[in-house]
């Protein structure tokens, strides 16, 4: 009969810089498919949203930050 031993070992998880950000904005207006894409910067993106809203009308978006993370033991 095997037997096994577990026990808690907290770990911490925290953003990882060299994976980057990105961010990306998606129009929510029924029937509108448009995104802005994966942009590296915020700005990008959010002009892309007030393009947007300039040539269609549409204004509400949902927006996406997307972050890499770490998780390392405490021990």
């Known amino acids: 009969m095997t037997r096994s031993v577990?026990?808690?070992v907290p770990h911490t998880?925290?953003?990882?810089?060299?994976?980057?950000?990105?961010?990306?904005?998606?129009?929510?207006?029924?029937?509108?498919?448009?995104?802005s894409g994966p942009q590296e910067a915020q700005d990008t993106a959010q002009d892309w949203c007030l393009r947007h809203t300039g040539r269609t009308g549409h204004d509400l978006f949902r927006r996406v930050v997307t972050d890499h993370a770490r998780v390392t033991r405490a021990e």
Do not use: L, Q
């Open 13 to 35: 998880i925290r953003h990882e810089p060299e994976g980057g950000v990105t961010f990306e904005a998606f129009c929510t207006t029924s029937g509108c498919d448009e995104t």
């Open 6 to 8: 577990m026990r808690f």
